[in-house]
């Protein structure tokens, strides 16, 4: 079942890659044929791969000191803002909306993982301070 999302960036799906990361690093995962960045399972994927390429770089950058910093909180830094971005900054960039998404996404961790659920009633909340994406 394909979710049409999408942003004016051109991202669409559930994962929201940026469409030059998806072409990167997507593949048919649900064997149908086809890849589509609406195909869940395809999306996730491509994601979940596009994730490990930015932490790999992330860790080089660290190992050669040209940023600083806890190595997911840049890697999720550079999924928001760019890895061009994080290393021009050395780090995360003081008061870049990538504070707010670093948080959005660790405040999300207990909730994701089964430790806390919420309250009664309610949705899972975004992981994400972004608006919502049009469906």
């Known amino acids: 079942m394909e979710r049409k999302a999408g942003r004016p960036d051109g991202a669409e799906g559930i994962s929201q890659a940026p469409p030059d990361k998806f072409e990167e690093f997507g593949e048919d995962e649900s ?6 960045g ?13 994730m490990c390429s930015l932490a790999k770089q992330i860790d080089t950058l660290l ?13 999720l830094a550079a999924d928001d803002i760019g890895l061009d971005a ?28 089964g ?6 009633g309610e949705d899972y909340p975004s992981m994400s301070p972004r608006p919502e994406p049009s469906v």
Do not use: C, H
């Open 31 to 36: 064997g149908n044929d086809k890849t589509s």
């Open 38 to 50: 609406l195909d869940p399972k395809d999306s996730i994927m491509a994601q979940g791969r596009y």
């Open 63 to 75: 190992d050669t000191k040209q940023v600083k910093g806890d190595p997911l909180d840049l890697t």
């Open 86 to 113: 994080v290393k021009q900054a050395k780090g995360i960039p003081a008061g870049s909306e990538a504070n707010a998404y670093v948080y959005g996404v660790r405040r999300s961790f207990a909730l994701y993982a």
């Open 115 to 120: 430790a806390m659920k919420p309250p009664e």
